[in-house]
């Protein structure tokens, strides 16, 4: 056995196969849990090397445990991979992604000097083997095959394998990667993406050990994964805290007995975020951190973070600080009871904290916590107005599927920018302050492009449940306060379709067009209710006049309520699923506004989330026409061309496909951008022509 320190570089220079055996389990590496914190360790170490070059910063990855064994092929050593198959696919992964980038941005070499890094070269693979270094042998060699073998720029959705957690990954990180670089016509393009790659080339560190053929493998394997009951970041603060307490003199038993709050069932209960779980009371304190910072801080920084803050910054005595630390933590325990309770109205805080349970997120328990510290007192009315505000931004953001990685640092830097301010003037400072942000990975969507998403959104089969019942309730709450009603119980109402999901023998239609038309309505938000119990799959499947007397009886749900007055002489069709979504929608707008005039322009719209746009969109907006040519754009398809029609499909050989990417399979027999593969007559591609009408709202539409 030896043991080397490794730069990807270094690992991944030689032509060699690295295989990761069938008995590895897949690939399960997540968002939240790693890519994101990975992807901001690769961001601060080229944002370092590009400020303070200096420096010469890195970052360590971690171990990996790699055997060699007898070769496959006579020119390529062969490895097995004993431990780290998560981060050496993840890295195989992000830098096929940022290859891809840049070969599309013309910065060959750099993207070549990346290819490397995946690809052996041609000279030393035989006929019929695949060029990729890492081989998968489980269920993932097929999808990570497809990936780094498909032309870019990749329409995810149309791989065959696009459900896949590896095809994830590539996506996050072509998302995050070309957020970061920004547009390519700006002066630091070309000299962010060099130092990007020479930190996926030598800015990321491994421990290889290398193991001969003969060494029990096994053995090694289980003493570097052999693990203990780890100190969470509230065990350390702990320690932390009693030892300060001790060195002022203070009664510590006491202390421990009436100021620290945390040896509860609630605080010890794992909860999750995203899909890890951690500590309630490490959660908090890490929020209570951001709070007292302005600083985004890493889960894994709470303690080291916490430490110097109280030992450099606070100003105060740990005696002092720990019945703060108690009032405001009683106050979160108060606030996530109420959340879960089935009935009562709840204030803004409490409903904030439920709503963000239902969705999935905790990123505006900063905010809570610092609005709320102890002699802010601000009025009710003001902390209402910017947890409205706060919701707006987010809720707005995942009704367009946006990602919320970079939305924890916003709200550490609206708490850093709003120190200080007066009252009268917070509200404001923090509204302005989100309605500046401008680039796609955090900017607050406007009026016109939520109702173009929802409007046509297949939100049921879109977006997670609890979610999508939190907006319905959202509503149904809204309707109630407008008769003084109390707001509806939380007990997880069922979602209901009018039409039913399985609607062909009892809802029948006439033609083909009619059959498409109906059944693209089925998931739109036009078509759902909230019941206070589920309908018999009988009734619930049936024709609308017996179904319309069942809905009746939920009455106490104004939602269905206003489904079925005014229906008795119009059965249920794809006009009221139209005229009820727009209706719904301006709801949810009136629940969630922006600032007058706002309308949520970024300055990098070509990397804004796309994938709710459709032809139709286009044609609608005036910018293509139905009858409008569409031509191939690869090099091998030159001079074939398509046809538009006025409903948003593409007529080729033939034959009719209701995306770009469907009609580009189906002329090149792989995995097709359509966006990026066909042009318009003016030679632009339809990912341009996309790309202008994301970001050109009409002036005169006021959100």
């Known amino acids: 056995m030896e043991t080397f320190k490794r730069t990807p570089l270094q690992l991944f220079n030689l032509p060699q196969n690295f295989v990761i055996p069938l008995f590895q389990r897949p690939y399960v590496w997540k968002e939240v849990e790693q890519w994101e914190p990975l992807w901001k360790d690769i961001r601060r170490v080229a944002e370092l090397r590009i400020t303070e070059p200096h420096l010469n910063a890195t970052h360590f990855l971690g171990a990996v445990v790699i055997q060699s064994q007898e070769a496959q092929s006579r020119r390529l050593t062969t490895w097995n991979v004993i431990d780290g198959q998560q981060r050496l696919t993840t890295v195989q992964v992000l830098a096929d992604a940022t290859r891809s980038l840049l070969a599309q941005a013309d910065l060959s070499k750099l993207a070549g000097q990346l290819e490397d890094l995946t690809h052996n070269s041609e000279k030393y693979v035989e006929d019929g083997d695949s060029p990729l270094k890492l081989r998968h042998l489980n269920k993932d060699r097929e999808p990570f095959d497809e990936l780094l073998a498909a032309e870019a720029p990749i329409d995810y959705e149309d791989l065959a394998h696009s459900d896949a957690q590896i095809v994830a990954a590539h996506q996050y990180f072509t998302t995050v990667v070309e957020q970061w670089l920004g547009t390519q016509d700006t002066n630091d393009y070309e000299g962010k993406a060099k130092e990007l790659t020479n930190v996926l080339l030598d800015g990321l560190q491994f421990v290889s050990i290398e193991l001969e053929a003969a060494e029990n493998s096994q053995e090694i394997f289980e003493t570097l994964n052999a693990r203990g009951t780890p100190l969470t970041a509230a065990d350390l603060v702990r320690n932390f805290v009693f030892q300060r307490l001790d060195a002022e003199g203070a009664d510590t038993k006491k202390a421990y007995r009436e100021d620290w709050p945390f040896e509860t069932k609630f605080w010890m209960r794992e909860v999750s975020v995203g899909r890890n779980l951690v500590s309630r009371s490490s959660l908090f304190l890490n929020q209570w951190l951001v709070a007292r910072t302005g600083e985004e801080v890493s889960p894994q920084a709470t303690f080291n973070r916490f430490k110097s803050w109280v030992e450099l910054e606070s ?19 108060a606030w996530t ?61 995942q009704m367009l599927r946006l990602s919320g990685g970079d939305l924890g640092r916003i709200v550490a830097d609206v708490i850093a920018a709003s120190v200080g301010v007066s009252t009268n003037e917070l509200s404001e400072r923090v509204i302005g302050h989100l309605a500046r942000l401008n680039v796609t990975s ?43 009603q109390p707001q509806v119980e939380r007990k997880g109402y069922p979602i209901e379709h009018i039409l039913p999901r399985s609607w062909k023998d009892t809802w029948p239609v006439e033609t083909p067009e009619a059959e498409e038309a109906r059944q693209a309505r089925v998931h739109r938000l036009g078509n759902l209710t909230l019941l206070t119990k589920s309908l018999n799959s009988k009734i619930s499947n049936g024709p609308w006049s017996a179904k319309r007397a069942a809905l009746l ?75 409008d040519t569409l031509s191939a754009t690869h090099r091998d398809f030159k001079g074939k061309e ?62």
């Open 315 to 333: 100003g105060q005595t740990m005696a002092d600080l720990l019945p703060t630390i108690k009032h405001q933590a009683q106050q979160y325990e």
């Open 337 to 397: 009871h109420a959340a879960a309770q089935h009935g009562g109205s709840l204030d803004s805080a409490s409903m904030a904290f439920y709503r963000m349970r239902a969705s999935g997120v905790e990123v505006l328990k900063p905010l809570l916590i610092w609005l709320y510290e102890p002699g802010r007192d601000l009025p009710q009315q003001t902390v209402a107005r910017i947890v409205q505000a706060a919701e707006s931004w987010v809720y707005r953001r």
């Open 553 to 627: 009886q939920h009455n106490t749900i104004t939602l269905t309520g206003r489904v079925v007055s005014g229906t008795e002489k119009h059965d249920w069709d794809e006009s009221l699923i139209d005229h009820r979504a727009a209706e719904l929608i301006d709801a949810i707008l009136d629940i969630w506004p922006v600032p007058d005039g706002h309308l949520g322009k970024v300055v990098d719209p070509q990397t804004k989330a796309g994938d709710w746009v459709e032809l139709k969109h286009l044609i609608e907006a005036g910018l293509l026409r139905g009858g």
């Open 442 to 484: 955090t900017y607050w969507p406007g009026d016109e492009e939520v109702r173009l998403s929802l409007g046509t959104e297949a939100v049921y089969s879109r977006f997670p449940r609890g979610r999508l019942r939190m907006f319905l309730e959202a509503i149904e709450d809204k309707y109630r306060a407008e008769t003084g």
């Open 642 to 703: 398509a046809k538009l029609t006025n409903e948003g499909a593409i007529e080729l050989d033939g034959k009719r496909y209701m995306s770009p990417s469907a009609a580009g399979h189906a002329l090149r027999k792989k995995a097709t951008n359509g966006w990026y593969f066909w042009a318009v007559g003016d030679g632009r591609r339809l990912r341009d022509v996309r790309t202008e009408f994301q970001n050109a709202v009409p002036a005169d539409i006021g959100p």
